[in-house]
Nanobody
Framework: EVQLVESGGGLVQAGGSLRLSCAASGFTFDDYAIGWFRQAPGKERERVSCSNGGTTYYADSVKARFTMSSDYAKNTVYLETNSLKPEDTAVYYC????????????????WGQGTQVTVSS
């Protein structure tokens, strides 16, 4: 079975950094695009970043601050979050999409349960 487990969230001061991890199992990595999403209370879920293996995209709200990377040997995808702002506070999720053409438009089939990021001012 496909499983995605996020970790690395926590409480940080504005301007700080966190490295979020998404440990994946039960699938062939090359068959899926992967995305990072976040959702704050009272707000719609937002796609923060995604990658189809060839191209990585970032939302305007996190460009130049967040970076996706992968360690294929560990079946893990990371989201480096830097220069964090209070508005980055949210639950962060990783997810998989079978649409390899565009990770921005594809349907996401599998989701982790999220990790909380809280940024204080």
């Amino acid at each position: 079975e496909v499983q995605l487990v996020e970790s690395g969230g926590g409480l940080v001061q504005a301007g700080g950094s966190l490295r979020l991890s998404c440990a994946a199992s039960g699938f062939t990595f090359d068959d899926y695009a992967i995305g990072w999403f976040r959702q704050a209370p009272g707000k719609e879920r937002e796609r923060v970043s995604c990658s189809n293996g060839g191209t990585t995209y970032y939302a305007d709200s996190v460009k130049a601050r967040f970076t996706m990377s992968s360690d294929y040997a560990k079946n893990t995808v990371y989201l480096e979050t830097n220069s964090l702002k209070p508005e980055d506070t949210a639950v962060y999720y990783c997810a998989l999409s079978s649409n390899l053409v565009s990770c921005q438009s594809g349907h996401y089939d599998y989701w982790g349960q999220g990790t909380q990021v809280t940024v204080s001012s």
